[in-house]
């Protein structure tokens, strides 16, 4: 579907919805499936009933029944057509429609990569607000219990992902999870069943790496007692019993938490509380703004930032949405040695651009755009309309683009000088935008927007406006925004020559 084959799945909430419908209809045909297998075992059994009685009859006196020739005949003939019959009808595959269903869908299904995009989104979500694997777990996040708990199956896939990343600390916790869980009440049934002795074993792998011999050795004691007849875990067991030997002085390595800095006290919202510098009814920017003032609240004076409360109504949302929805693609972040737009790691959203005069509502809004920030759109970019998926989130970044490098970018119309960011949704825990360098964290809430100058003065990039999108914890994430161009405000902002 997207221009690099990949649907990137997780990356927004939006996208995934497509998936539980698809899953909807792969189980119907699972369903569809035991159904047909249901049809040719009741033939069968209802087969077995009736020559189980004439069997019965038979053997209870076999010569006086073959004495009767009717009984022979039958018996002959029976024996030389029916078996064969059978034999032909139990080759028959079941659910050869049901088989086709799937493999058609196929494509449609997450691929590896979608695999592991989830997984990295689930330790972004994990070492951004600081969350302990068991709780993470067991469906406790970020001091919220929700009602959902992960399998031996999801949490033996974030281990397996971390021991390919070769997280082997990480790796531990989440296979001490699927271990737990195989241990427990219940167990998965084949066809999904994992095996648990594989588990354990990739479980010891990662306890070896962390230099844990001793709890390695625990471990592959269970293994082995699993699955007895593996030679390649009684072997690794005494491998590990001869290091234990050798290596008397070497110690665990120890677990390394991501470091924490402003830019993950400011997405746990932990940056001091700011005084309000005030809160006013602007009504003095654009005749406009006398007729229909906006709640404006001051945020900063460097870099100017201001918050507009109430600026954008449900039914617009719901609207924007809906325009949205046919074209979001995964976002991408330009690149400056490719010369080109480029899908990265550290942008995980979908997006979709909306032209200025695609029809009245983008029209009403450029032009409350321009009369709450008093700036002329002319030559700015399109409207961006934005939904964040599983642990979506934007990494540290400017809007700017530095004209001194990309010359083309800007030689027309500007750098972006301000940018304006609608949040269309209330966010139930994460996806703040935080300003590190300034110490501002503004958690989303359904209708309003801010506003900030990316440009000083003197029209050189605002390296106080550094600002990132914090991962999404729980909720749809849905933003519009608007980056505005320098060159058409020459006489709104004119430029000085110092800062
Ligand atoms: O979604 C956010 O909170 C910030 C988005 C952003 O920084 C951007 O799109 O440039
Ligand atoms: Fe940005």
Not at 59 to 81: C, D, G, K, Q
Not at 211 to 224: F, G, M, P, S, W
Not at 260 to 270: I, L
Not at 328 to 348: D, E, I
Request: glycine residues 6%; hydrophobic residues 35%.
């Amino acid at each position: 579907q997207e221009a690099d084959g990949e649907q990137s799945h997780s990356t927004s909430v939006a996208g995934m919805v497509q998936l539980l419908q698809l899953e909807d209809k792969l189980i119907e045909n699972l369903s569809n499936y035991a159904n047909e297998l249901e049809g040719k075992l009741n033939i069968v059994r209802s087969f077995v009933e009736q020559m189980r009685a004439e069997s019965n009859k038979a053997m209870s006196h076999t010569e006086h029944y073959v004495s009767n020739p009717l009984n022979a005949f039958s018996l002959i003939r029976r024996m030389h057509e029916d078996w064969t019959h059978w034999q032909l009808y139990m080759e028959q595959p079941v659910g050869k429609q049901q088989l086709e269903y799937i493999n058609l869908k196929r494509e449609q299904l997450p691929s590896s990569t979608d695999l592991e995009e989830a997984a990295a989104a689930i330790y972004r979500i994990q070492a951004t607000y600081d969350l302990k694997v068991s709780d993470m777990a067991s469906g406790l996040l970020n001091g919220k219990q929700y009602n959902v708990s992960l399998n031996e199956l999801d949490t033996y896939a974030l281990g397996k992902y971390h021991f390919d990343q070769q997280s082997f600390g990480d790796a531990i916790q989440w296979i001490y999870q699927a271990s737990n869980r195989l241990n427990g009440p219940h167990k998965l049934a084949l066809p999904l069943g994992l095996d648990p002795a594989e588990v354990q074993h990739v479980y010891a792998e990662a306890l070896i790496k962390m230099n844990r011999y001793a709890d390695a050795l625990k471990v592959l004691h269970i293994a082995t007692t699993i699955d007895k007849n593996n030679l390649r875990l009684l072997q690794r067991k005494m491998e590990v019993e001869t290091l234990i030997r050798t290596s008397s002085n070497i110690s665990p390595k120890p677990y390394h938490k991501k470091p924490v800095g402003n830019y993950e006290r400011g997405c746990r919202g932990q940056f001091p509380t700011k005084s309000k510098l005030h809160c006013v009814y602007n009504s003095t920017n654009s005749p406009f703004l006398r007729l229909a003032p906006l709640k404006t609240e001051l945020l900063a004076l460097d870099p100017y930032m201001v918050l507009y409360h109430d600026v954008i109504t449900p039914s617009e949302i719901r609207e924007l949405q809906y325009l949205a929805v046919p074209t979001l693609k995964r976002a991408t972040v330009f690149n400056q040695k490719m010369g080109r737009n480029t899908v990265v790691k550290t942008r995980t959203s979908k997006v979709t651009w909306l032209t200025d005069s695609l029809n009245p509502l983008t029209v009403r809004l450029n032009r409350r755009i321009s009369d709450m920030t008093g700036f002329d759109l002319y030559g700015s970019e399109m409207l961006q309309v934005m939904n964040y998926g599983l642990g979506g989130h934007y990494d540290l970044h400017f809007d700017y683009f530095n004209a001194t490098i990309a010359k083309d970018l800007t030689k027309l119309n500007g750098d972006r000088i301000a940018t304006v960011l609608f949040y269309l949704t209330d966010v139930e825990q994460g996806g703040a935008t935080v300003f590190p360098n300034i110490k501002q964290a503004i958690f989303p809430k359904k209708g309003t927007a801010v506003m900030w100058y990316n440009l000083r003065h003197n029209n050189d990039g605002d390296p106080q406006t550094l600002h990132a999108a914090c991962p999404v914890i729980v909720g749809s994430k849905w933003v519009c925004n608007k980056w505005i161009r320098e060159h058409q405000q020459l006489f709104r902002r004119p430029c000085l020559t110092s800062p």
